[in-house]
């Protein structure tokens, strides 16, 4: 049983989602905010989990970020509503994160695994960031922190593809 709470916790951060945009749509902005925190717990409590008993599995490898993806943007989208935040910078963020999974999916296809790195892990944090600081309904500063986290998108991005190209000879 144990080696399936990991997954268990990445479906729960799918499922918050709703929880958080209804709270949101409501004005309920505290109810939201502590929503996202045990999303945010969860998916450091997933790989914690995973890594600590040896219970990574194919599922959870492609479910775990796949999770912090669907959250991320669906907060995002219901964002832009709510709060009127800057439609061009959430599309920057979903064309990365599509671009970064769909190159995730072809390295696959060749049993290369591309892992989070640093880069990723800084993105990641910081659109989490600012989405606290939105969720908690704070909109200029929270729009500050959403424009630094799509350049640390955009520069894990990169660093994504080039590291790819430069070590699998792709133009060989």
Partial sequence: MVKHIPNL?????????IAIILCLDEGLNIYGFVLFLFGIASDVLDGYLARKHKTVTKIGIILDPLADKILVIGILIALIKIMD???WMVI???FRECAVTGLRVVAASENIVISANIWGKLKTTSQFVALSVLILGYRQIGIYLLFIAVILTLISGYIYF???FKDND???
């Fill in 85 to 87: 935040i800057p439609y």
């Fill in 9 to 17: 916790l990445s479906a729960f951060r799918i499922l918050v989602l």
């Fill in 162 to 164: 080039y590291n790819y």
């Fill in 92 to 94: 920057v963020i979903v």
């Fill in 170 to 172: 792709v133009f060989a």
